[in-house]
C-alpha cells in the first residue's frame, strides 16, 4: 500500500493528465470524422472536451508546482547564497499556499452554490456543479503539493542545504 501512494504522489497528476489528454483527442477526432464525413455533430463533444481542458488545466497547475516548474524568473536567485535562496522560495511557497486557500473558498462556494441550485449544462443535460469543480479540485491539489513543497524548502533551509531546483523548460 505503501508503495501505491508513492507511485500516486509521485505520478498522479500525470496520469490524470494523459487520460484527459487522451479523451479530448479521441473527442475531437470522432467529431471532426463526424462534422466532415457523416454532416453530422453532436452538442456533447464539443462541451465535453471543452470541459475536461478545464480540468486538464487545473491539474496541469499542480502537476508545475510539484517539479516547480511554474514560470519565475531565477536569475537572481543563482546569484544568492543558498540559504537566502531557500528563503525566497520559501516566502514564495507561502504566498502561492494563501492565494490557494482563497481561490480554493471561493471557487468551493460557486461549486456548493451550483449543486444548491441545481444548474444544468444546456447542451449536455448534467449539473454544471461538476464542471465548477475542476477549480476546488485543482487548487486542492496545488495546496497538497505547495504543502510538500513548503516541508521540503524548510527542511533545506534548516540543514543549510541548497534550495530544490524545478524542472527547466529548456535544458
Sequence with gaps: ????????????ERWMLLALYIYIV???????VRRFVLSYSS???????RYIFIYLVWIGAAAAVRDRAH?????????????????????????MAFFAVIV??????AFMTSLQFGSVIEGLRISRAWMLFAVPFGFALVLLR?????????????????????KRLFD
Design 1 to 12: 500500500m505503501k508503495r501505491l501512494l508513492a507511485r500516486i504522489d509521485a505520478d498522479g
Design 26 to 32: 479521441a473527442v475531437i477526432f470522432v467529431e471532426v
Design 43 to 49: 452538442v456533447w463533444g464539443e462541451e465535453t472536451a
Design 71 to 95: 514560470i519565475r524568473i531565477d536569475v537572481l536567485l543563482n546569484f544568492l547564497p543558498p540559504r537566502v535562496c531557500s528563503a525566497i522560495l520559501l516566502l514564495g511557497d507561502v504566498l
Design 104 to 109: 480554493f473558498y471561493l471557487s468551493m462556494n
Design 146 to 166: 505547495v504543502g510538500q513543497s513548503i516541508v521540503h524548502d524548510v527542511s533545506d533551509l534548516l540543514a543549510g542545504r541548497p534550495p530544490r531546483a524545478g
